[in-house]
């Protein structure tokens, strides 16, 4: 019923830059938040970023100052700024979506993951 595609992952230069972009469609009624987490091999699934539908941000604390995440309710839209990377920051970034769907948005609230996309910062 609710889909999510991401999309902007690829091999980048330590230094460099990638915006993920990941959209949700189907029977949505409303989002709560949406965010990014990501999983290196042998590692468990960690916070990158999450936005609230009001705005609100929190992010992982190796971010330190390094990605931005925005988002656009009226696209269902999530972005991910990652500036200054780091082969550190290689791995599978996931898209995590919680929202109400059905009718008058009876059902939820739902938690829904993306497939993933692989970054991967390597010189």
């Known amino acids: ?19 993920l972009s990941c959209v949700a469609s189907g029977n949505i009624f409303s ?3 949406m965010g990014w987490y990501r999983q290196a091999p042998g590692a468990q699934r960690e ?11 929190n992010y992982g604390d ?8 925005s988002g656009d309710n009226a696209k269902n839209t999530v972005y991910l700024q990652m500036n200054s990377l ?16 059905g009718p008058g948005g ?3 609230p739902n938690t829904y993951w993306g497939q993933g996309t692989q970054v991967t910062v390597s010189s």
């Open 86 to 101: 780091k082969p550190e920051d290689t791995a599978v970034y996931y898209c995590k979506v919680v929202l109400f769907i």
């Open 31 to 33: 989002i709560n938040a």
């Open 47 to 57: 916070l990158v970023a999450v936005i609230t539908r009001g705005g609100e941000t």
């Open 62 to 69: 190796f971010v330190k100052g390094r990605f931005t995440i």
């Open 1 to 19: 019923q609710v889909q999510l595609v991401e999309s902007g992952g690829g091999l980048v230069q330590p230094g460099g830059s990638l915006r």
């Open 106 to 108: 009876a059902w939820g």
